[in-house]
């Protein structure tokens, strides 16, 4: 099994500790702004999503990624506890392998979604800065594995209004949600602290292949 993919456990202890948290949150209520900017970015995604060619796709789920997806915040919240250990050398190093890494598994997860069309479904507020925002596919063929799936975006909203992507999963399984368990894991297996930094960037650096 490869050191970062989920395990029945992993996924499960988090689905968990999401629920515990939206559990604590205010009322949920549906958010239209967040909706409509999800939709937005559906919307440029679905030519994507039908590219002719896989270099093609791959090019244009990369500039999504990197238009929409807060990766400096998506890459310190992976790190958990251990983001303030990291020295600003680890940090010039870590953050854009991170950011590749992170495009790499965006690319491979969407990819299950190649010819489809997405449409937000509602939304919940977590909170006032995190709503997230539900989507289906349009039309499935008949069969398709993923007719009934809930993709799910975390969508924050910054003090000024701004919007970003923070994470996506499908029926409650998140991408950073699940890199966090095992960045940290990761982190904590090999000495934490820097030599723990030092030894995910090492990997990272292999998952990039660079």
Request: charged content about 25%.
């Amino acid at each position: 099994m490869s050191l970062f993919a989920p395990t029945r456990r992993s996924v499960l202890r988090c689905v968990a500790a999401l629920a515990v948290t939206a559990s604590w949150s205010a009322p949920a209520l549906a958010d239209e702004t967040a909706e409509t900017f999800m939709q937005g970015i559906l919307d440029e995604a679905e030519p994507v999503l039908n590219a002719s060619t896989k270099a093609e796709f791959y090019v244009g789920i990369e500039e999504l990624v990197g238009t929409y997806v807060d990766m400096r915040r998506v890459g310190r919240f992976v790190l958990g506890q251990y983001a303030r250990r990291m020295s600003d050398e680890q940090a010039a190093e870590y953050f854009p392998l991170f950011k590749r890494y992170a495009t790499i598994i965006y690319q491979n997860t969407l990819e299950e979604y190649e010819g489809q069309r997405l449409v937000v479904t509602g939304s919940v507020d977590r909170s006032e800065r995190d709503i997230i925002v539900n989507s289906k596919i349009v039309d499935p063929e008949p069969g398709d594995p993923f007719a009934n799936a809930v993709i799910h975006w975390r969508v924050y909203r910054s003090r000024d209004g701004e919007m970003t992507v923070l994470d996506a999963g499908a029926d409650n399984v998140w991408l950073a949600i699940e890199q966090r368990s095992q960045f940290t894991s990761l982190i904590a297996n090999n000495g934490g602290g820097a030599s723990g930094i030092d030894a995910l960037i090492a990997e990272l650096k292999t998952r990039v292949n660079k």
